[in-house]
Structure formats: C-alpha cells, structure tokens
C-alpha cells in the first residue's frame, strides 16, 4: 500500500508537456534525408568533415540544418545540440539575406522554442518567417514555406488552448499547400503535420470522431523519411480514445508504439507513460498502473535535464549574438554562475538594506506619532525664561499674554492650512504688529514663523492619516495641498524634517497599523 501511494505521488507531482508540443518537425527543412539508408549518428560524422572543407555559405547553412535534424533522431536526442546548430544556420542564412533561407530557419527556431515549451521566444521568429515569406514571388516555395509558417502559427494558438483559431490556421495551411497540386515527396511531411494537427485541435475541442477521422489520414499517409512521426499519430489516437473511454483502444495504439524498436524519443515516452497509467488505472489493473508509474519516475530526470540543456543553449545563442564557439560554452556556463552568485549576493545586501530602513521608518513612525499624542494632552503653559537668555526685542507682557492665548486657539483651528497665511496676515487677525507676533513665537515656540507653521501644518496632516482611513489612498499631492502647502516638492523636504520619514513611507506604516487594527 506504501508503495503504491508513492507512486501515486509522483504521478501527480509531475508535470510533461501537452500532447500539443508532440509536433517537431524535420528541422533541417530537407525531407530528403532517408534514414533507413544512413543513420543521424552518421549525418553529424560527415557533416562535420564536411564543414572542415572550404565550402560555400550555403552549402553550410544546409549541413548546419541536416546536422539540427540529426541531432533530434540520434539514440539519445541531443536539444542543445540541435538548437545550437539551428542558431549557426540562422547567423549564415542572415549573412546571406537570402529571403528563403531566412525564412525557413526563422520557422524552424520558432518550432524549436515551442518543442521546448518557450512560448515568448515562439511569435516573434513566426513573424519574422512571415516577413521573409511575403517578399518571396508567388508560386511553389512560396505555398509551402506559408504551410509550415501557418502550422506553427496553429501550434501557437493550441499552447494558448485557442483550438478553434489553431484549426483554422492549419487548415489554411492545408489550403496552401493543395495550392501546389499532386504532392510530391518534399510536400508529404507537410501535409501528414497538417492532417495531424487538426486531427488534435478537433480532440482538444472534444470532437473525438472528427479528431479520429483526420488523424487516421496522417497515419495512412506513407512517408518512409520521417517515420519516427507515426508515434505521435498514435499518441494522439490515444487520447482520442481514452476521452470516448475507450480505454483499451488507448493502450493497444500505444502498446504499438512501446514495441517499435526504432522508438526513442524519451520525452514522447514520458507522456506515452503517462496515458497508460491513466487509461490502466481507469480499467483497475494496478499492476500496469504501478509499472509505468515506476517507468515514468525512472525516465522524469533525463527528459528534465535535456529540456533545461536545450533552453539554455537556445537563451546562450541569442544573449551571445550566435557567434560564440562551442569550446566557449564552458567558460560561458562559469561566468553566469558567477553573474548568478553575484546578483544573489547583491540582491540579499539590497533587500537587507531595504529591511534595515523599514525598520528605522517604522521606528521613527512611532517616535512621531507618541510625540504628536503627547502634544495633544500636555497644556500649554508660558516656559520660564531664564535669566541669563536675552532677547533682541522686549514684547509687553500684556501684548505677549494675548498671542499665546490667541496662539492656543490658532493651533486648535485649522486657519494654518491656508497656503497664503503669513506673519503680516496672522498679525491682523490676532489685532497685533507683526514684529511681536513674531518674538512672541521665537521665545515661546522656540522656533522661526515659517517652521511653526510649517510644523503644525505637518502634524495636522499626519493627524488626518492616523484618524481618517480614507487619506492612505490621497496621492502625496493632495495631501500637501490640504495641509496648506503650494508645491508637492517642499511638503515632502518639509515633512521629511519633521517627522524624519517620507510622506511614501509614512503611508505605508499608517496602513500597516490600520491593517493590523
């Protein structure tokens, strides 16, 4: 029972691509390459010989895409190598500026990305393929290079689970190619992805027999050059026949495909794994459901670590320009985990810095606002004047007792949040001269006309934020101009004097506490 709980686990823990990335194509553009004759394994060998000869710039661009597609079909599929030929194909094929050519490698990158399940890298290439395509003169290239472009167009749509839009993009490529007539050999591919490509949007959009029905005609179609194709055909029946339940047709198309010898593709396999487990577990036989559970954990690392490989060469190829050898890449691989380590080491400097100021904002917050409370509950009483303290101006004690009683009730009004008030304008309104008022508030408030109002103006506000929720959403600007001040710049120098935080971040801890309330 433990076991089996494991199992099921990891089943659920994992995660493959959909079927809908199940449908990479000859890369290398040439569907001419017959493997039955000659293996990858012997492409790449001849190809690189091949490339140590003084040889034309498209004769390299073709054995750079022989070698892209080699490398997907060896006994163990290389990603890395594969994208990375496709990105030297590409640097020849922009050196030429040869429209077909940049065509097709452009279709072909962007078929790569969407194998590995990199969708911001897909469109962009897609669109540049285009722009090559409608440069070309109408006639045979262009109908089948605008069949391919319109089938990835449909992949990408499909990785949005657009389905309906992917159909009808594959089916104007199916449109494009009849545009060329009785298919010849180069046309067969294309035509086997654009009958299977519909066959699965219709399976995505739960129409199993329209699905079954396009499918079967890409699995008749005979294409001895691209053989290994047949295996997402069935792939796909698969799922066909698991959503009508008809769970043992399900297992018996892929049974064919487990037995094929020539099947070797690990990341297909993983998903392959994954429908047996759930057609089997849907007919309770928990013997083949543990088995290809176990199958599936066993296979899990190595599908993980070529897909990270070939993603990485991919984002390598552009960050490099392309021109970077493959004797750099280990020097490359080091300086980005040092870049890496360095960004890490950094950030955690930044982030502890930015911790280290909350904390003293949070500190001066709550210095400010218990001052600001004791303010409120402290009577204001006339401070003694020592003796040895002179002042420049002598302020009649009569005149001095009736601007701190007028004073008292200025502060409890909110007359200085009027952005025009002045010494001249209060001293009207308190009946008194200007140059009394003015000693009157140095001697007694210890401080200057335009910093006493500045300061009470500055904890009105602060005052508003603490009692009124609705002011944590004003914008600072309008803070300011309801405390009385003209500009946005001097509310926050004068507010940051003094309450010693920024207006920003006494928002913020406002709202904290009034969260935590």
């Not at 109908?143 to 089938?151: D, Q, S």
């Not at 004068?494 to 801890?509: A, W």
């Amino acid at each position: 029972m433990t076991r089996f709980l494991f199992v099921l686990m990891t089943f659920c823990f994992t995660i493959f691509c959909s079927a809908q990335k199940q449908n990479q194509e000859d890369l290398s553009g040439s569907e001419t390459l017959d493997y039955s004759k000659i293996s990858p394994e012997q492409i790449i060998d001849q190809s690189l010989k091949k490339l140590e000869q003084p040889i034309s710039d498209e004769a390299k661009y073709e054995v750079r895409m022989k070698m892209a597609d080699a490398y997907l079909k060896i006994k163990k599929p290389d990603f890395a190598k594969s994208t990375e030929m496709l990105f030297k194909a590409k640097e020849i094929a922009e050196k030429i500026d040869d429209p077909r050519m940049m065509a097709k490698i452009y279709g072909s990158i962007a078929n790569q990305y969407s194998f590995l399940n990199f969708p911001d890298k897909i469109k962009p290439y897609l669109d540049l393929s285009k722009q090559q395509v409608d440069k070309l003169p109408n006639g045979y290239e262009k109908n089948y290079l605008t069949a391919r472009l319109f089938i990835e167009y449909g992949n990408l749509e499909a990785d949005k689970e657009n389905f309906l839009m992917a159909k009808k993009d594959y089916q104007y490529a199916l449109k494009s190619l009849r545009k060329n007539g009785t298919p010849n050999k180069r046309d067969i591919f294309q035509y086997r992805r654009a009958f299977y490509n519909i066959g699965v949007a219709y399976a995505y959009l739960k129409k199993n027999d329209s699905a079954e029905y396009f499918l079967n005609k890409a699995l008749v179609i005979r294409d001895n050059e691209n053989k290994e194709f047949k295996y997402f055909i069935y792939n796909n029946l698969a799922k066909v026949y698991a959503d009508k339940n008809e769970h043992q047709r399900a297992i018996d198309s892929l049974e064919i495909v487990m037995k094929d010898d020539g099947f070797k593709d690990s990341r297909l396999r993983a998903d392959m794994y994954k429908k047996l487990i759930a057609s089997y577990k849907a007919i309770n036989n928990h013997d083949k459901y543990i088995e290809y559970s176990e199958k599936l954990l066993d296979l899990d690392p190595d599908v993980k670590e070529n897909n990270l490989k070939a993603i990485n060469t991919a984002v390598n190829a552009e960050q490099r320009n392309l021109l970077e050898k493959i004797s750099d890449k280990e020097g490359h691989n080091q300086l980005l985990i040092f870049s890496c380590a360095l960004l890490i080491i950094l950030g955690g400097i930044f982030i502890f810095y930015i911790n280290q100021k909350r904390k003293k904002e949070k500190l001066i917050y709550q210095s400010f606002i218990s001052n600001l409370k004791e303010k409120e509950t402290v009577e204001i009483t006339e401070p003694e004047v020592e003796e040895k303290e002179k002042v420049s101006f002598a302020v009649p004690s009569s005149a001095e007792a009736s601007i701190l009683e007028k004073l008292e009730r200025f502060e409890a009004s909110t007359r200085f949040t009027n952005s025009k008030l002045s010494v001249a304008s209060l001293a009207v309104m308190f009946k008194t001269n200007p140059t009394y008022l003015s000693e009157t508030i140095k001697k007694h408030k210890e401080k200057n006309f335009n910093n006493y109002i500045n300061e009470l103006r500055i904890n009105y506000i602060c005052k508003q934020i603490l009692d009124r929720p609705e002011f944590l959403n004003y914008k600072i600007s309008y803070l300011a101009e309801q405390a009385g001040f003209s500009s946005h710049s001097s509310f926050t120098t004068i507010f940051k004097n003094v309450t010693g935080i920024s207006p920003s971040s006494f928002l913020r801890e406002a709202e904290r506490k009034n969260k935590n309330i």
